[in-house]
Nanobody
């Protein structure tokens, strides 16, 4: 079994930055993909990026490029989300997810393991 632990959420003013971390524990040596999702208040959860461990690549939607950067430390089975120039609309519960398969970066159904989520609140 694989467990995921997110950290780094909090409250920040608009224009500020936060760095989220997500570490995979347990039988995590076969993890190949770790993604980030956000559920804004009253909205469905949506994926906006992921890292592929074997190819050491990372991808993000155009909507967050330039502000959000996804990186990874494969030795620690950890993925990071650096968020800069945060906006109030970035407020939400941020989840990380993982899979042993290559799969689709942005589809929830393509992930097998989920973290509990960490709250990010951006005040105007």
């Amino acid at each position: 079994q694989v467990q995921l632990a997110e950290s780094g959420g909090g409250t920040v003013q608009a224009g500020g930055s936060l760095r989220l971390s997500c570490a995979a524990f347990g039988y995590a040596h076969d993890i190949n993909r770790m993604g980030w999702f956000r559920q804004a208040p009253g909205k469905e959860r949506e994926g906006f990026g992921c890292a592929f461990f074997k190819s050491r690549t990372a991808f993000a939607r155009d909507s967050v490029k330039g502000r959000f950067t996804i990186s990874q430390d494969t030795a620690k089975n950890t993925v990071y989300l650096q968020m800069n120039n945060l906006k109030p609309e970035d407020t939400g519960l941020y989840y990380c997810a993982a899979s042993e398969e290559r799969g689709n970066c942005y589809l929830q159904d393509d992930y097998d393991y989920w973290g509990q989520g960490t709250q990010v609140t951006v005040s105007s």
